[in-house]
């Protein structure tokens, strides 16, 4: 018994790091739609085309998200304000953005 739950352990968390890496294989490819927004002004179209291609949806399904519509259109927002990915996880652009949100509600 105890060889079965440890090996569901180590499943699961391999699991969850094929998760992460897919993840992360998203964020590169939102970065990389960032960098085409203000190279080529084209972001938006070129991260809704990769999220509804095969591959796209595939990375996406991997990496625990549905590639339904609704993502697609999210994706293509995120890309619009042209905040990189790495700026937009951090810290200080969350506690920026929650500043503004409770300035402009007072």
Avoid: H
């Amino acid at each position: 018994m105890k060889d079965f739950v440890d090996g569901t352990a180590f499943n699961n968390e391999q699991g969850n790091r094929a998760r992460k890496l897919f993840a992360a294989v998203v964020l590169a490819a939102l970065d990389d739609a960032i960098a085409d927004d203000k190279k080529y002004g084209n972001g938006p179209d070129q991260i809704a085309r990769w999220a509804r291609s095969r591959d796209g949806r595939e990375v996406l399904s991997c990496a625990g998200i549905d590639p339904n519509e609704r993502v697609v259109s999210g994706l293509m927002d995120f890309v619009g304000k042209g905040v990189r990915t790495s700026v937009a996880l951090s810290r200080e652009e969350s506690e920026r953005r929650n500043a503004a949100q409770e300035s402009e509600a007072a």
